[in-house]
């Protein structure tokens, strides 16, 4: 148990356990956010940390300006700093500030665009039909090793011009970057997120280099091409926002094309009409998401004393979103449980909202959209294998470490 002095008090005010990581709560942990919304919508947690868990205020969060993110760039300046991981850190888009977000966001608003994210849609779809072509025959495979985790490998290969081998390698890094953005990581984790951002930076550093003397159709050579024409990010900033694209586009499509085959599975009438009409996708997408959504939680601190659901969040203070709580709110969502295709007005929060809502989002729909309209169409007797699933041990990403499935 990571964190008992939270588990004991929660205990003691909600009469219901909680420990992030523990596999109940992991497996499903939406019973215990009904009761914290009902009981304590807006609430500090004993090491100070404020969860919220209404949808009204959690979009008041997201778009009021008194709500920033820490000065990252200065923490990184610190003379006791020091290292990639606070380097990379504090030069992320998403870990900045107006100006310098709104910026940062421009310069990669203009090469992340719709046309290209549609231009990825044959390597996407040749990438999901050489996965399954492998395991067809076996009729059996674990969805997330097998597949989830593998698809975007070639995706952001494509997206970043580099060698499939090279992206795979840069995969095995990205996974332990991801706890940087966990409720409370250890000191083995944060140890083992510093020497994986030293090799992914090196290698970054690399591959920028090789951009500038011979530039490509992709990702990189587009924000290098944008740098020097422009001069509209350093070099920290551009291997910091490279690093993060690559992580972004990895941990959320092995999160949502995994818990959306789970999602199915489980609710085999939808599995079903999807077979039927597999034009259900164009909206079913958007329930996918809000259902389990891939991140869970949206940080930001307080620059001032702040009223938030009757609560006064004093300044400094740091305050999560919890996104599955949120995206099942009964005030927004009716019957917020049902897993419902045809739900209309799906304003969900699973990319976020404001200033922060996340650029990739596109990508990211489209993959589970390939991924799911192919896996109906050649697989339409899928269903769960005779091992249980088993969650990852993070609370900021809902993501599946095994998923067996058959047919």
Not at 195 to 208: D, H, N, T, W
Not at 259 to 266: A, E, K
């Amino acid at each position: 148990m990571r964190l008992p002095p939270l588990r004991r008090l929660l205990r003691f005010l909600l009469d219901l356990p909680f420990d992030p990581y523990d596999s109940g709560f992991r497996a499903d942990p939406y019973p215990f956010y009904h009761r914290l919304r009902e009981r304590a919508p807006v609430y500090r947690s004993p090491f100070g940390v404020w969860f919220v868990t209404r949808y009204a205020d959690a979009v008041a969060l997201l778009t009021d300006p008194r709500f920033n993110h820490p000065d990252h760039r200065a923490q990184a300046q610190h003379p006791q700093a020091g290292g990639a991981l606070a380097l990379v850190r504090s030069n992320m888009m998403i870990t900045r500030n107006p100006p310098d977000q709104t910026r940062l966001r421009r310069v990669v608003a203009d090469v992340f665009t719709a046309s290209f994210v549609a231009d990825l849609r044959p390597r996407i779809q040749a990438a999901v039909d050489l996965l399954l072509d492998r395991v067809e025959k076996a009729r059996r495979m674990d969805a997330v090793t097998d597949f989830a985790a593998k698809l975007p490998v070639a995706v952001i290969a494509g997206a970043f011009g580099i060698p499939s081998d090279d992206a795979a390698r840069c995969q095995t890094w990205a996974r332990p970057m991801s706890v940087l953005f966990d409720l409370a990581p250890t000191r083995a984790e944060l140890a083992g997120a510093e020497a994986a951002v030293g090799r992914i930076a090196e290698y970054f550093r690399g591959l920028i280099g090789e951009r500038r003397k011979w530039p490509g159709a992709d990702l990189i050579s587009a924000l290098v091409q944008a740098q020097q024409s422009e001069g509209c990010l350093d070099d920290d900033e551009l291997l910091a926002n490279c690093i993060l694209l690559f992580i972004a586009g990895y941990e959320t499509t092995v999160a949502f094309v995994g818990t959306t085959i789970l999602t199915l599975l489980r609710h085999p009438a939808a599995w079903k009409a999807l077979g039927s009409d597999p034009g259900l996708l164009q909206s079913g997408v958007d329930e996918l998401l809000r259902y389990e959504s891939p991140i869970q939680t949206f940080g930001r601190q307080a620059q001032e004393d702040v009223v938030l659901g009757e609560k006064r969040i004093r300044r400094g203070q740091t305050v999560l979103v919890l996104v599955g709580a949120v995206n099942r709110d009964p005030a927004k969502f009716p019957d917020p449980d049902r897993f419902d295709l045809a739900r209309r007005n799906n304003h969900h929060l699973a990319f976020g909202h404001g200033i922060h809502a996340c650029l990739g989002q596109g990508l990211s729909r489209l993959e589970g959209q390939v991924a799911l309209e192919t896996l109906v169409r050649r697989f339409p007797g899928l269903r769960l294998g005779d091992r249980p699933p088993v969650w990852r041990a993070e609370f900021a990403i809902r993501a599946l470490d095994s998923l067996p499935v058959a047919w």
